[in-house]
């Protein structure tokens, strides 16, 4: 197998760099678009099983899912290195299994009626959050993603 290192008297091109392992492997990436996709197929469901329709509450919680979570994405790949940026990612989804528990443990106790709600925040939040992973994905040149300051 050849070496990676150039000769002494030349420099490296940027072709000839090693990979690097910074990033999550393709395995992972397609388990988390997996993940998510089933999170936006069941909140289709319920918000088509819903009745009525609750259309005002889905529109205003994807737009401010969009308005909340593009700048701290683009913030978070951009400034944080891949692996703190996984322990975050896992917090951060602690935590909203917690919030998720306790508003529907409290929604139950209190009996607030949850069930006219809940579909259209999950249907609002699952598509505010696919429209930032889409913008991002289209609007921020490559050459910007990811560069750690």
Avoid at 15 to 33: F, I, M
Avoid at 48 to 55: E, G, L
Avoid at 90 to 117: H, Q, R
Wanted: with cysteine; glycine share 10%; hydrophobic share 50%.
């Amino acid at each position: 197998m050849p070496s990676q290192r150039p000769p002494a008297d030349e420099t490296p091109s940027p072709d000839d760099a090693a990979p690097t392992g910074d990033g999550p492997s393709r395995r992972q990436r397609v388990g988390q678009y997996v993940a998510f996709a089933a999170v936006c197929a069941y909140a289709a469901v319920q918000f088509v099983r819903a009745d009525p329709r609750p259309w005002g509450i889905a529109a205003g919680w994807a737009a401010a899912t969009a308005v909340g979570l593009g700048p701290v994405a683009w913030f978070a790949r951009d400034r944080l290195p891949p692996d703190r940026l996984e322990t975050l990612a896992y917090v951060a989804f602690g935590l909203g299994i917690l919030v998720l528990s306790v508003g529907l443990g409290a929604a139950l106790a209190f009996e607030v009626p949850f069930f006219p709600y809940g579909p259209g925040f999950l249907a609002g939040v699952a598509f505010g959050a696919t429209a930032v992973l889409i913008v991002e994905r289209a609007t921020v040149p490559d050459r910007l993603r990811g560069m750690a300051a």
